[in-house]
C-alpha cells in the first residue's frame, strides 16, 4: 500500500558516513557494554547507508533479501535502540507503524505524505527553512529539531 520513494532521486549520505556512524554505534555500545552483533551491524548499515524511512517490516524484507534472517524484536529492539542513541529518528506517519531514518546533522525531518496512496516524499525548502528561523529567533527560541508532516495529495493521484 505504502511507497516511501522520495519524490527526488534517492540520496544517500556522504561517502564514509556509514563507516563513521558503525564506529559511532560501536563506541557507544561498548560505553554501554552491550555487544556489537552481527544483527544490529545488519541493521544499523543498512539505515546508514541510505536516507530512506523504513518501516520494520521493510527493514526485515530488505535483510532478507541481502540473506539475513532477523526476528522482528531483533530489529524493534535494535531501531529502538538507534533512535536512543541518536543516530537514527522515528517517525509517525499515521499508517499505523514507525518509520525509521539515519540521523545526520541537525535534526530536520520534513515531509509531504500523500492520503491517498501513503506515499512519502521528503523536502527540503530554504524559505522554510529562513522562515522557521525568523519565528524562533523572533520568539528567543533556540530550536532543536523539527518536524513537519503535510498531508494532501500527489500528483499521481489528483
Known amino acids: ?3 516511501s520513494s522520495p519524490a527526488v532521486p534517492a ?3 556522504p561517502l ?4 563513521l556512524l558503525m564506529e559511532v554505534l560501536r563506541g557507544e555500545l561498548r560505553e554501554r557494554e552491550l555487544p556489537f552483533t552481527h544483527q544490529r551491524e545488519a541493521i544499523a548499515r543498512l539505515l546508514f547507508e541510505s536516507q530512506r524511512n523504513y518501516s520494520a517490516d521493510e527493514v526485515a524484507a530488505e535483510l532478507r533479501e541481502r540473506g539475513e534472517r532477523l ?3 531483533t530489529i524493534y529492539r535494535t ?13 509517525d506517519f499515521d499508517e499505523g507503524f514507525k518509520r525509521y531514518q539515519v540521523q545526520l546533522g541537525a535534526a530536520r525531518h520534513d515531509h509531504l505524505i500523500c492520503t491517498e496512496c501513503g506515499r512519502v516524499f521528503p523536502f527540503d525548502h530554504p524559505d522554510v527553512d529562513r522562515a522557521l528561523a525568523a519565528v524562533a529567533e ?3 527560541f533556540a530550536p532543536i529539531t523539527r518536524h ?8 499521481e493521484c489528483t
Open 79 to 91: 531501531l529502538a535502540l538507534l533512535v536512543e542513541l541518536g543516530l537514527a529518528t522515528e517517525h
Open 138 to 140: 523572533d520568539a528567543g
Open 16 to 19: 564514509g558516513c556509514a563507516a
Open 11 to 13: 540520496t544517500r549520505p
Open 1 to 3: 500500500m505504502t511507497d
Open 71 to 73: 526476528g522482528k524484536a
Open 148 to 155: 513537519i508532516k503535510l498531508f494532501g495529495t500527489c500528483n
